[in-house]
Nanobody, 117 residues
Framework: QVQLVESGGGLVQPGGSLRLSCAASGIIFSITDMSWYRQAPGKQRELVAS???????NYADSVKGRFTISGDNAKKSVYLQMNSLKPEDAAVYYCNAKPRVSGINYWGQGTQVTVSS
């Protein structure tokens, strides 16, 4: 059974930083593409950043230069370092795993990020 457990969300002031973590189980992490999505109230879920099993990364234009996605095969974890946070970054952030063998999307339960003074 695939499980994705996110952590690290919270309240931060504009300009601050947060680091999200996602621990995966039940998948072969080394052949799985991992992503972070977010969904703000009244908006569609959007891709924030992704990292392939070959460690190739991709970012939404809105977060380029501020967010960094990274992965650790040994810990079966993916991280999202978020710097220079803006109020518009506030959302529920979801971890996504897509094993290359099956192509099935798996989702975590989400972690809330609030950016407010």
């Amino acid at each position: 059974q695939v499980q994705l457990v996110e952590s690290g969300g919270g309240l931060v002031q504009p300009g601050g930083s947060l680091r999200l973590s996602c621990a995966a189980s039940g998948i072969i992490f080394s052949i799985t593409d991992m992503s972070w999505y977010r969904q703000a109230p009244g908006k569609q879920r959007e891709l924030v950043a992704s990292i392939t099993s070959g460690y190739r990364t991709n970012y939404a234009d809105s977060v380029k230069g501020r967010f960094t996605i990274s992965g650790d095969n040994a810990k079966k974890s993916v991280y999202l370092q978020m710097n220079s946070l803006k109020p518009e970054d506030a959302a529920v952030y979801y971890c996504n795993a897509k094993p290359r063998v099956s192509g099935i999307n798996y989702w975590g339960q989400g972690t809330q990020v609030t950016v407010s003074s």
